[in-house]
């Protein structure tokens, strides 16, 4: 069956520009996660849903940071006029239960 | 806060060797522990898992045991190959009820396998 995926897989921004990341789950995941992956580290949580609910965004770093699930499956995480800081690795994952699933992610470099 | 140790790399190693990457994670409840592999250029990928004491995950010769008196769950292989070369990430979920069950990593051992 198909996995998690996301696109684009590639994406070059410059600094001010606005960006969005999007993320196909599993059919039939309830639960949705957006992690950052800065260069040679783990992976660090940004938010979380429960179908269409987000229900946890403390590991947002800024207000630029938004992302969505309108309506329960794919979600959108937007960065909003990107800082050379933003460069990093978008994992997205879903999960029924405990074990999540990761998509292949999201480089992401601003310029 | 819940928080993951892991071994640091690079590890280099001979086909055949014996691998151990330690773990130790933070004694917050019982949580379920993981042990993710990146390969180069893809993304992370659930290599094995256990939810409670005493639990041994297994997969692709990879094992590794949940130990609560040691707050530990150790990554082994005994022989490894070319392939096994990927960075290896320990992680742990809470285990509160009420909790959205998000990942927190440890930051990851590079693993070289030399032919």
């Known amino acids: 069956g198909a996995g998690v995926s996301q696109s684009p897989r590639y994406k070059v921004a410059k600094r001010g520009q606005d960006v969005a990341l999007r993320c196909d789950p599993i059919?039939?995941?309830?639960?949705l996660f957006w992690y950052q992956q800065a260069l040679g580290q783990g992976p660090e949580f940004l938010t979380y849903?429960?179908?269409?609910?987000?229900?946890?965004k403390s590991g947002l770093p800024s207000d630029r940071f938004f992302a969505e699930r309108p309506e329960g499956s794919v979600s959108t995480l937007k960065i909003q006029r990107t800082q050379q800081e933003d460069s990093a690795v978008y994992l997205c994952?879903?999960?029924?239960?405990?074990?999540?699933?990761f998509g292949p992610g999201t480089r992401l470099t601003v310029l | 806060g819940d928080s993951v140790t892991q071994m640091e790399g690079p590890v280099t190693l001979s086909e055949e060797a014996c691998l151990t990457i330690n773990c130790t994670y933070t004694a917050t409840g019982y949580p379920s522990l993981f042990w993710y592999v990146q390969y180069p250029g893809e993304g992370l990928q659930l290599l094995l898992k256990a939810t409670k004491a005493d639990d041994k995950g297994s997969n692709k010769g990879f094992e590794a045991t949940y130990r609560k008196e040691t707050t530990s769950f150790h990554l082994e292989k005994g022989s490894v190959q070319v392939s096994d070369s990927a960075v290896y990430f320990c992680a742990r979920v809470p285990s509160d009820p009420g909790s959205n069950y998000k990942l927190t990593f440890g930051k990851g051992t590079l693993l070289t396998v030399n032919p």
């Open positions: 059919s039939g995941h309830v639960s």
């Open positions: 994952a879903s999960s029924l239960g405990r074990t999540q699933f």
């Open positions: 849903f429960q179908n269409e609910a987000q229900l946890d």
